[in-house]
């Protein structure tokens, strides 16, 4: 694998976008009808509303390299070596079990909703990564879980076969400045609220 792929589920994608259009249309809204005041005043809640979808749908990612797979979620990023990687499962979403036993789920690869895994018909699974046996609904190609966990379990594979398997333990890196600002933008907005406006 020349070059690392990063995954995004597209749904998220779209609703954080919409989120966002909705949030910048606020602010202009609330500038342009109540002045810069009225802006200063309210645009705490609308800022959170935009930061909220960017955190929930757009910050999520599933990295595949040479050397690791990354899954980074809200605020905390976890990267695994090849060697440490135990099992791979997408039951509730793109899941990695290290050798240690930590289980590691992936925001930005979750299964499908329970309408298009009752419409997913075995033919749809049967080229995927794994054992006949354990593949499931969440396996299948063009879902948010099927698509990470087939690519993470064929690159484990090769890695696997060709002895390249990287060895190491896996890092776990939090972000204090995402919950630092995220704590501070959430009390900004909730003092917004609740203050009394003339």
Request: glycine share 10%.
């Amino acid at each position: 694998m020349p070059e690392p792929v990063t995954l995004r589920p597209r749904g998220g994608m779209i609703i954080a976008a919409i989120a966002l259009v909705i949030a910048a249309a606020a602010l202009v809204f609330i500038a342009i009808d109540g002045g810069l005041l009225d802006l200063a005043r309210w645009a705490w809640p609308v800022v959170l509303l935009g930061w909220g979808a960017w955190l929930l749908y757009l910050r999520p990612y599933v990295r595949v390299s040479e050397g690791f797979v990354e899954i980074s979620n809200l605020v905390r990023t976890y990267r695994v070596p090849w060697g440490d990687i135990d099992s791979v499962d997408s039951r509730f979403a793109l899941t990695i079990r290290t050798r240690g036993g930590r289980v590691i789920r992936a925001w930005a690869a979750p299964a499908p909703g329970a309408r298009q895994a009752l419409s997913t018909q075995r033919a749809d699974v049967t080229h995927t990564p794994g054992d006949d046996d354990t593949r499931r609904p969440s396996d299948a190609e063009g879902t948010a879980s099927g698509d990470a966990a087939g690519l993470v379990r064929r690159e484990l594979e090769r890695h696997r076969r060709e002895g390249t398997a990287a060895v190491g333990q896996t890092a776990l890196t939090w972000h204090p400045l995402l919950i630092a600002g995220t704590t501070a933008l959430a009390a900004a907005a909730a003092v917004s609220l609740v203050l009394p406006h003339g």
